[in-house]
């Protein structure tokens, strides 16, 4: 029985992945690359917050204005969806592709209430007259806080392709590489949220 190059390239596109194997470490590289620039950005975000942060011009302080409770069930919504990220990831490696879309699916509905409570923030402080035009301590709430919002917006589109993907092409080595990768931006907007909800919203009230 003769087997040409063409078969073994499709079947082993179709194989679930081994995690023990560094098949795609240029990619992983590349995006852990991506992750240290993205550091780089949210450091110099934080460092302008805590420069500016009292600069309030007689304007709302953050005791003023920020509301601890809702912070915290914004951050406990985030860390609930990195753990159901987490177990799309776990079954993958089953290659169980009716449990993956099932997780992706969660972490996606997780991930919008998310930015749903942050656009209401948002919208509230607005509203009252506290806008990132009435002082540089609340311009750099604005901007450091937006673009981590800006950011989970960015991963719940980049979730529905991945969730289309895995539903018509279920578990190749491909789809496996993406979900992988698109798990380590998700923890590290959990891991960067969590910075934020201590040294913005827990230091500010305190």
């Not at 923030?121 to 901007?143: D, I, M, P, R």
Request: with cysteine; glycine share 8%.
């Amino acid at each position: 029985m003769t087997i040409y190059h063409s078969d073994i390239v499709k079947d082993a596109s179709k194989a679930v992945p081994d995690p023990h194997q560094d098949a795609y470490s240029k990619a992983t590289l590349g995006f852990w690359i991506y992750l240290m620039t993205d550091c780089i950005i949210f450091a110099t975000l934080f460092c302008t917050y805590h420069v500016l942060k009292g600069g309030t011009f007689g304007g709302p302080t953050s005791q003023d204005i920020f509301n601890l409770k809702e912070a915290f069930i914004e951050t406990m919504i985030l860390l609930f969806s990195t753990v159901t990220c987490g177990m799309g990831v776990l079954a993958a490696l089953k290659n169980k592709k009716r449990a993956i879309v099932t997780w992706l699916g969660l972490t996606f509905l997780l991930g919008a209430s998310f930015i749903a409570l942050e656009l209401r923030e948002f919208h509230n402080l607005v509203v009252e007259g506290h806008s990132w035009t009435q002082s540089a301590f609340l311009s750099s709430f604005f901007t450091l806080v937006g673009t981590h919002g800006f950011h989970v917006s960015v991963g719940l589109l980049w979730l529905v392709v991945m969730m289309f993907q895995v539903g018509f092409a279920g578990v190749t080595v491909d789809t496996f590489r993406r979900l992988v990768i698109f798990s380590l931006f998700w923890h590290f907007l959990d891991l960067v949220w969590i910075f934020i909800f201590t040294f913005v919203y827990l230091m500010g009230v305190l």
